[in-house]
Nanobody
């Protein structure tokens, strides 16, 4: 079993930035595709960033140019740098591992005030 623990959420004003972190407890981290997803109240969970083992990244248009996913394989960490945050970015953000997302964290709340 893989444990994923997110941190870094909070309350921020529109236009501000936050950096989320996710610690993975697995010796297979280097081989996993890692992702960040979010779920707003009343909406489906959506993928906002994905990073492959070789470092390639993917983003949906809604966050492209504002969010950056990165990983530190030596520390079993994955990060999500979020800039120019908007009220519509308000959601619980989840870290995920091993595409198609066998493992999930419990989530961290991000609230963007207008």
């Amino acid at each position: 079993q893989v444990e994923l623990v997110e941190s870094g959420g909070g309350l921020v004003q529109a236009g501000g930035s936050l950096k989320l972190s996710c610690k993975a407890s697995t010796s297979m981290f280097n081989a996993y595709t890692m992702g960040w997803h979010r779920q707003a109240p009343g909406k489906q969970r959506e993928l906002v960033a994905r990073i492959l083992p070789d470092g390639r990244t993917n983003y949906p248009d809604s966050v492209k140019g504002r969010f950056t996913i990165s990983r530190d394989n030596a520390k079993n960490m994955v990060y999500l740098q979020m800039n120019r945050l908007e009220p519509d970015d308000t959601a619980v953000y989840y870290c995920s591992a091993n595409y198609p997302w066998k493992y999930w964290g419990k989530g961290t709340q991000v609230t963007v005030s207008s």
